[in-house]
């Protein structure tokens, strides 16, 4: 599939959500995939590109920052505190704060460094043990913690349990957003953006379905 093809289905099912077209951001997800696809899609004017890593958004996006112009990043992976300096130097976007550590490290960073990425806590919607995330009973309060030190944060991310149906947790991001008086829902990723549109989702994040299979 194409970037063009994931475009195509991105704004029709904003049409049938009664959304505008373009409400949604396409996040390309480029994680371990190797340069030359992602210059292909960079030369289809695509510019919003996402990362697990920082150590691999740091090894390939200065590079690619010299080559084309109005580049976004987003951080969609874990985030350990000792990279929170060099995430913050790199993304537009960090998509996974998801504790209080975490928090007062890019709290800190932010009044020494004079700017912060726009953020999104990442709720935990499957209370999944071995999955990072604010659980939901907690969200409320992490929200109103992370405005108590003046993060810039946007919204809610969530990855549902693989052998969950989707729409479940992204109905519930959607209600925990909504409480807490956020717009930003990034939710969704190449087999499920559609229905993570339908329910309200500004980001989605696809990867395989544009780049086609990861390098391992």
């Known amino acids: 599939m194409s970037l063009t093809d994931i475009q195509s289905r991105i704004h029709a099912a904003e049409g049938a959500a009664g ?5 949604t951001t396409l996040i390309a997800v480029s994680k371990m995939q190797p340069d030359e696809r992602v210059a292909e899609v960079l030369e289809q004017g695509h510019r ?3 990362e697990n890593r920082v150590q691999e958004a740091a090894s390939k996006w ?12 987003h951080i969609i992976g874990p985030l350990q505190t000792n990279k929170a300096r060099q995430a913050m130097e790199l ?3 960090i998509h996974t704060l998801d504790r209080s550590k975490l928090a007062n490290a890019l709290a800190r960073l932010a009044q020494e460094m004079g700017q912060c990425p726009d953020l999104f806590i990442q709720v935990n919607t499957g209370e999944e043990p071995q999955k990072a995330g604010i659980l939901p009973a907690d969200t409320d309060a ?3 913690e992370c405005r108590a030190l ?4 946007l919204g809610l991310m969530c990855i549902p349990p693989v052998d969950e149906e989707p729409a479940l947790h992204f109905a519930l991001l959607a209600k925990l957003a909504s409480r807490t008086g956020l717009t930003g829902l990034s ?3 190449s087999g499920d953006f559609e229905t993570a549109i339908s329910l309200g989702a500004t980001h989605v994040r696809v990867g395989s379905a544009i780049f086609g ?3 391992t």
């Not at 003046?150 to 944060?153: E, H, I, R, T």
């Open 19 to 23: 959304r505008p077209v373009g409400d």
């Open 48 to 50: 919003v590109f996402g």
């Open 142 to 144: 992490f929200v109103a």
């Open 187 to 189: 939710m969704g990723m």
């Open 91 to 93: 993304a537009d976007v």
């Open 62 to 73: 200065p590079g690619f920052r010299e080559r084309f112009d109005g580049i976004k990043l």
């Open 213 to 215: 299979s990861r390098e």
């Open 150 to 153: 003046d993060l810039p944060v």
